[in-house]
């Protein structure tokens, strides 16, 4: 399957493009995918830690399970206000 | 749908007795004496709280000349009404209006301005404070100095 990766704020600097494609196996999951994207972007790989993770518009833990056509993002800290 | 609200609201589909809310983001400045001036409160309301959050003129302690704000806007008004509805379990909030800015925002303007209409300050008061702690947690807003 393949799921649509978009990267906000320094994210977007760290990883050189703001959206990728990813080809994962049927039933990875969120974590796998972000250990994968670890190594496809290794300057986002200090940010390993603080790094929140979203499916859609929702926060998600590293063990969901994503489907064909999941929009994942990845971003820093948020600092509104 | 039934509306969601825990104030035995009567109404379906967010009409009744809901909270009112007003979410805006946007790269234009935030003019605090017209959004003020359209203040809209019940007779049983007594507590109209504000908010302004302003660009300060330094970072760090590096000087700046202004913050540039990023949003995933379509994430941040998912997250903005999670927020809303939990403020609608926990007081008898009659509205909140808030205006967050996005793009450049320059020193002493306002990047975040917060309305909450309550019957008592007290209710106003935490609504707020939780409403802008929640914001700073889990809505996805960054800020960039601008030297």
Redesign the interface.
């Known amino acids: 399957m393949t799921v649509k990766v978009s990267f906000y704020s320094y994210f977007k600097e760290l990883a050189g493009v703001a959206a990728a494609a990813e080809s994962l196996p049927a039933g990875a999951t969120l974590g796998e995918l972000h250990d994968r994207l670890m190594e496809r972007f290794p300057k986002l790989a200090p940010m390993r830690k603080s790094t929140l993770l979203a499916v859609g518009v929702d926060y998600q833990p590293r063990s969901c399970v994503l489907k064909e056509g999941d929009e994942v993002s990845l971003f820093p800290p948020v600092q509104g206000g | 749908m039934k509306c969601r609200c825990s104030r035995r609201c009567k109404g379906a589909d967010g009409i009744g007795d809901c909270m009112k809310r007003e979410l805006t983001i946007t790269t234009a400045a935030i003019d605090e004496a017209a959004l003020v001036s359209k203040r809209v409160m019940s007779h049983g309301m007594g507590a109209a709280v504000y908010f302004a959050?302003v660009v300060r003129d330094s970072e760090d302690g590096v000087a700046i000349r202004a913050i540039e704000?990023?949003?995933?806007e379509?994430?941040?008004?998912?997250?903005f009404e999670l927020i809303l509805q939990e403020i609608e379990k926990r007081w008898p909030v009659e509205s909140v209006r808030l205006v967050?800015r996005i793009g450049v925002v320059r020193v002493n303007e306002a990047?975040?301005w917060v309305e909450i209409i309550a019957p008592h300050r007290g209710e106003a008061l935490a609504a707020c404070e939780f409403l802008?702690d929640e914001?700073?947690?889990?809505?996805?807003?960054?800020?960039?100095p601008v030297a």
Do not use: D, N
Not at chain 2, 69 to 72: K, M, P, S
Not at chain 2, 135 to 144: A, G, L
């Open positions: 959050g704000y990023e949003a995933f379509k994430m941040a008004r998912h997250q967050h990047s975040l802008i914001m700073k947690r889990t809505v996805p807003i960054w800020k960039k």
